[in-house]
């Protein structure tokens, strides 16, 4: 069962086209992941709709252009709805360290990114920076872990596959896991993962070698 979700003001903020695009990309592919978000962007964007379509004050012209434009409508040909749209292709696998992965619909044009490889970690930037948002997929090998850090702005790591231990939770496919510079951890997954992340900064190594990395973290996010 997904644990974390994004917060009822994000999901309003998508529905109004409001959130950065790297953003706005995550919540698309929990919500595809998430039949309850989906359904509550749903609920916000006929509210929306609703706000901003107040009825105005028809008048005998625009009563008349109205009639004309259902008549038409009501004599075009019927079609089918299998007429109306062509036959849904099968997305690509992504391919990783022996692994294959469906990635959601609004993630599937990256299904062959050039990884950056570090021990158990691969990282691919996606062309999608926005309003100082950087996005990336992450994939870890099983017993991978990420070194301890905190963050100078905000991190999302929505999991796309596998899970994530970060302190007492375990994480699993569609949390959507939002952290920022009120957090210290060192996630790490038992059986490898792939994640969707996204940050407006870089983060801070606070320990051990890995505070080397400090000074070219400009570079990894």
């Known amino acids: 069962m997904i644990k974390t979700h994004p917060t009822a003001l994000m999901l309003r903020a998508f529905a109004a086209d409001e959130l950065p695009l790297p953003l706005a990309v995550g919540v698309s592919a929990h919500c595809e992941l998430c039949p309850d978000c989906a359904a509550r962007v749903k609920d916000c964007e006929e509210e929306l709709a609703r706000e901003h379509l107040a009825p105005a004050e028809p008048d005998e012209a625009d009563e008349a252009g109205f009639d004309a434009m259902l008549a038409g409508i009501l004599h075009q040909p019927v079609t089918t709805s299998a007429e109306r749209e062509p036959p849904a292709s099968p997305r690509p696998e992504l391919r990783v360290a022996g692994h294959s992965y469906r990635?959601?619909?609004?993630?599937?044009?990256?299904?062959?990114?050039?990884?950056?490889?570090?021990?158990?970690?691969?990282?691919?930037?996606?062309?999608?920076?926005?309003?100082?948002?950087?996005?990336?997929?992450?994939?870890?090998?099983?017993?991978?872990?990420?070194?301890?850090?905190?963050?100078?702005?905000?991190?999302?790591?929505?999991?796309?596959?596998?899970?994530?231990?970060?302190?007492?939770?375990?994480?699993?496919?569609?949390?959507f896991i939002w952290r920022d510079a009120s957090h210290a951890h060192s996630p790490h997954t038992p059986d490898g993962c792939l994640c969707y992340t996204v940050q407006d900064a870089p983060v801070q190594f606070t320990k051990g070698l890995s505070r080397l990395l400090n000074g070219i973290s400009h570079r990894l996010y």
């Open 103 to 175: 990635l959601p619909r609004v993630l599937a044009r990256y299904h062959d990114p050039r990884w950056r490889h570090i021990g158990a970690i691969r990282q691919h930037s996606l062309p999608l920076d926005e309003m100082g948002a950087r996005a990336s997929l992450l994939h870890i090998e099983a017993g991978g872990r990420i070194p301890e850090h905190t963050h100078r702005g905000y991190e999302l790591t929505l999991l796309l596959a596998g899970t994530i231990e970060d302190g007492d939770t375990r994480y699993q496919a569609g949390d």
